[in-house]
Nanobody
Framework: QVRLVESGGGLVQTGGSLRLSCAASGRTFSAYATGWFRQAPGKEREIVAAITWSGGTTYYADSVKGRFTISRDNVKNTVYLQMNSLKPEDTAVYYC???????????????????WGQGTQVTVSS
């Protein structure tokens, strides 16, 4: 069992920055790929970024490429999402997620993840 807790969300103006954290407990989190997803009201949950268990490979959605950075600290069992140059369309609840299997490659789809955090709200004002 992997338990995930997101933090770091809040209200920020357009162009501002936030850093989200995904703290894990339970099984060896350093062995799990991790994805960040977001869901805006009335929209489907979509992937934002993902990172392999080692941190060696990352993925970004086109909408955030060049503005967001995903990273991890396996000593602290934490994955981060640094969000810069925020736009109103980035407003959503942000979730981190981990797949069922250790050492699995990250998935770009929600179906590829078994463990989810409770989410943290990010609101970008115009």
């Amino acid at each position: 069992q992997v338990r995930l807790v997101e933090s770091g969300g809040g209200l920020v103006q357009t162009g501002g920055s936030l850093r989200l954290s995904c703290a894990a407990s339970g099984r060896t989190f350093s062995a799990y790929a991790t994805g960040w997803f977001r869901q805006a009201p009335g929209k489907e949950r979509e992937i934002v970024a993902a990172i392999t268990w080692s941190g060696g490979t990352t993925y970004y959605a086109d909408s955030v490429k060049g503005r967001f950075t995903i990273s991890r600290d396996n000593v602290k069992n934490t994955v981060y999402l640094q969000m810069n140059s925020l736009k109103p369309e980035d407003t959503a609840v942000y979730y981190c997620a981990a797949p069922a299997a250790q050492y699995a490659l990250y998935s770009r789809n929600t179906q590829g993840y078994q463990y989810w955090g409770q989410g943290t709200q990010v609101t970008v004002s115009s």
